[in-house]
C-alpha cells in the first residue's frame, strides 16, 4: 500500500547539543552545535516550522553566535531541561512524526549503559541520561498516545569504555522513562553513530556520521519526497565501509528499526553479504541439524528460549516474528559478528546434558572463525579501553613474550581484542588469548586486571576447561613471582642523565634502574666530572647492576648532545678485556627537549606504531631533506610511520633532530659519520627485517661487527629510541657543597 505524502508541518523535532561540559578544558567537544545547526537547517528545509523544533544547546563561547543566529531562542541542554523536555512537555506535540537527534560526549558506564553525558559533568562525576531508555520512552505515555504515528532517533556520541580510574567515577546513567510502554507498537527508526565499545569521529569541526547522514538525507529528499531511511542508511553504510578502506577506520554505524513498516527487523544495510559458497551451505546445514537434533521432536519452546538468550546478546531484534525456525536461529546468529559463538553457548546452556558434538563445533569454526561470543567480546573491549595505552602495550608485550612477535594494535582497544582472538588457536588446548590475558594479568596490579581474571576464567568454564586455565594461571603467577624477587640485574634497564656543564666537556650525571614500574636511584654525580671519570663510574654501575646483551641503557641528553658517541665508550679500560658501551649493552639515546605538551599525542601514536612493525617501515630522509620545514613536512606525509632514518651530513643533522622531536618521531636511525656514505638500501640492509622492537638489539650486534672491523658502517649507526611511556625518574637533587 502506498503512504501518503508526508506533510512535514506536521513534524516534531527535538535537537540536544552538548559541546561545554563543567569539567576540565579536555572535556569540551568542539562540533555538536554545527551539527545540530545543520540538522535544524534539512528540517526546516523540508517545511518543518521553526515552533515545532526544540534546540537544547551547551555551546562552546566561539559557535554560541551561530547558534543563536539560526535558533534564537534555544534552551540549555542541562539534566533539568532535557527531563522536562522528555518527560512533560512531548506529551503535548500534536504531530505525526518526531524526530529526536543528540550530539554530545557519550560513554560506557558500569553495566555497559550507555550514558550520553549532559554539560553537569565533570572531571571526576560522570552525569548522563540512558540511550536505551531514552528509546523506551518514545512508546510510553510521555508522547501522546493517539498521536506520533512514527519516530526517528539520532544519536552522534561515542559509546566507548571509560579509562582506568574513570570508570568508578560514572554516575548510573538517567532512565528518562519509568512507565509502561502502551504503545509498544509505535515504529522507531534508531540510528546509531557507532557500535559498542567504539568512537564517533569528528573531522573538521563537524561528525563523520552527521556529515554522511545529513548528505544522504539531502539526496533522499531531493524534490521535496520524502526520504526512505533504507536507503538513507544504506548510503550512510556504503560511506563508512569506503573510508574503511582508505584509512582502516574502525568506526561502524549501527541501527535498529522496529515495526518500521509493519514489521520488525535489524536491518543490515550495507553492501550485501556475499552468498555462502557450497562448502559453507554444507557447513550451515550440518550447524542446523545437529542443532535441530538438540532442541528435540517440539522445538518450538526450546528455540524461543535459544531466542530469548540471543537477543539478550544481539542489538538488533529477530528478523521475524512469532517462534523461530531453527534455520531462522542458524541464519540471525550468522548476521552477527560472535554470532555463532553466541548461538552455540546458548544451545550448550539449554541442554546441559547434551552438548552439541564435534562435528556442529567444526561447522561452526567453518562458517565463522570467532570463538567468543557477543557479551564475551563486548566485556574485553570494554576492559582494554579501561587500560591507558602502557597497559595495552603491556598486553602486546605478555603476547609477544608468550607467542613470538605479531602484528598487534595497542592504541585501538577493540582492534586489540580482535587481533589477539585472532591468534592462532591451538586444537584442545587453552586459546592463546586466554593465556595472553592471564600471563598479562600475572604481573600487573590494579582492578583491572582482576577483572581481566573474572572474564578469562569465565570463557574457560564456558570452553569446559577451568582446571586447565587455572594450571596455567598459577604457572603465569610463579614466573611473575621470580620476577618480583629476581636479582637486581634481571629485568632491568638502566637510565642515565647527562647534564652539560663547566670546560672541557664536564658532564654532571644522574643514574637510575628501572624494572617495571619499580624505579631505583644509583647515583647522582653533581659535581662535573671528566669525560674519563664519569665513565669509570657509570662502568661500575653497569657492572654491579645490568646485565651483558640485555640490559638497555638509554641515556637522555639535550638535543645538542644526541651525537655524543655514548655507544663508544670503553668499558675495562686499558684492561685486556677493553670493549665498547655499545657492544655489551643495547645502547640509545632520548632527549625530553622540543617535546611540545600539547603535541604528546603525536609521539604516543607514532610510538604505538613501534608494535608490529620492521626497520621497513621507518622513513627514509634523504641527504636534501634537511631544512626544519622540509623534515616536518616530510613526516607530516608519512604520518604511520613509527620513525625515520637518515645518512645526512652532520652540519644538517642539528635540524634533523629539531624537526622530527618537535614531530613526535620517537625512533630515528642516523650514519654519525661526518660525510655518510651509506644510501638507503645500504641502511635497510644493515637495519634487516626483524621486528622493529628488537632494533636496540640488531644495533648492538652490528656495533660488536663494527668492533672487528673499522671499516664497517655499523659501528658509526646511532638511535634515538624514545618511549613515551618509560619517562626519565624524577630529578635527583643535584645539591654540591
Known sequence: MTRAPHDWRRTHAVIVAVERYNGSDDLNLDGPVHDAVEMRKWLTGRGVPAENIQLLASPLEHNRAALEAAHPHY???????????????????????????????????????WSLLYPETRDTDLQGADADSLIDLMRTEHLPWDGVDRVTVIIDACRQALPAGV????????????????????PVYWMRACQAGAVAKQRQGTGQFTSALLRQLHAAAAGG??????????????????????????????VYVSDW??????????????PLDPEKLRFRETLVLEASGLLGPDPAGPAARVAARLRMEFTEALPARGTPSVEELVDWALAHEHGIATLLHALDELTPDRRIGARAREACRRLQPQWLTCAEHTELVALLARLDERGREDVVAAAHQQFGPTALPAHDPAALADALEELVPRPHQLPQLLSVVEHFAAFAEGAVATELRTWAQACAVRLGMKEVLLDHRARAADRAERARTAGPAEGRSIQIRLHPSGPGQRRAYEVWSRRGAEVDALAKVDTPAAPEEMRRGIDALLAAHARATETVVEFFVPSTDLELDVHCWPLDAGKPQERSLGTDFPVVVRCAELRQPERRHLWERRWSRVSGATPGDLHWLPGHTHSFAQVRAAMERQETAPGAMTASPARTRSEI???????????????????PSLDERQLRTLLGSEPLEHLPQRLRKLRLEGDADDGHPGRRLALLWDDPHRPLPEPLDLSAP
Open 261 to 274: 513498516n509493519q514489521d520488525v527487523r535489524p536491518v543490515r544495510l550495507g553492501p550485501p553479504a556475499p
Open 167 to 186: 570508570h568508578e567515577l560514572a554516575d548510573t546513567p538517567d532512565l528518562l522513562a519509568r512507565t509502561a510502554q502502551i504503545r509498544p507498537e509505535r
Open 657 to 675: 633532530f629539531t624537526a622530527c622531536l618537535f614531530d613526535g618521531v620517537p625512533v630515528l636511525v642516523w650514519d654519525t659519520g661526518a660525510e
Open 225 to 254: 519526497a520524502e526520504p526512505d531511511l533504507d536507503r538513507v542508511w544504506q548510503g550512510v553504510v556504503e560511506e563508512f565501509a569506503r573510508a574503511r578502506d582508505a584509512d582502516g577506520g574502525r568506526q561502524r554505524p549501527t
Open 75 to 113: 534552551r540549555p541542554a542541562e539534566r533539568a531541561d532535557v527531563r522536562r523536555v522528555f518527560q512533560d512537555e512531548l506529551r503535548a506535540i500534536d504531530a505525526d512524526w518526531l524526530w529526536v537527534y543528540w550530539a554530545g560526549h557519550g560513554v560506557q558506564t558500569q553495566g555497559g549503559r
